[in-house]
């Protein structure tokens, strides 16, 4: 049974850095999912796509939100199982829960997430 586990989130300044992390276990070919990613959600807000990124070794191509766009960094190595979220220069809007997602075509997989919180 196939499980995303994250890390990596906390409390940091306004322009500050951090890097989440994700790791599927139970899923003996990463290779099968068609995209991996990043969602975020604020209470009360629907969840939002952050970044994601397609199939292949080191991922293929990578969609991002506008919002951040130039600041975040999403990368993928399906050999061993992870997607990692770079998130730069960060700013209290980029507050919210991180929510890693991995979609094989039929079936979408969430992990438990991961509070980020940026103050001011």
């Known amino acids: 049974h196939v499980q995303l586990v994250e890390s990596g989130g906390g409390l940091v300044q306004a322009g500050g850095s951090l890097r989440l992390s994700c790791i599927v276990s139970?899923?003996?070919?990463?290779?099968?999912?068609?995209?991996m990613g990043w969602f975020r959600q604020v209470l009360g807000k629907e969840r939002e796509l952050v970044a994601r990124?397609?199939?292949?070794?080191?991922?293929?191509?990578?969609d991002y939100a506008d919002s951040v766009k130039g600041r975040f960094t999403i990368s993928r190595d399906s050999a061993k199982n992870t997607v990692n979220l770079q998130m730069n220069n960060l700013k209290p809007e980029d507050t919210a829960v991180y929510y890693c997602?991995?979609?094989?075509?039929?079936?979408?997989?969430w992990g438990q997430g991961s509070q980020v919180t940026v103050s001011s």
């Open positions: 997602h991995a979609f094989n075509g039929f079936i979408n997989y």
């Open positions: 990124i397609g199939s292949g070794v080191s991922g293929g191509s990578a």
């Open positions: 139970g899923s003996s070919d990463s290779f099968s999912f068609k995209s």
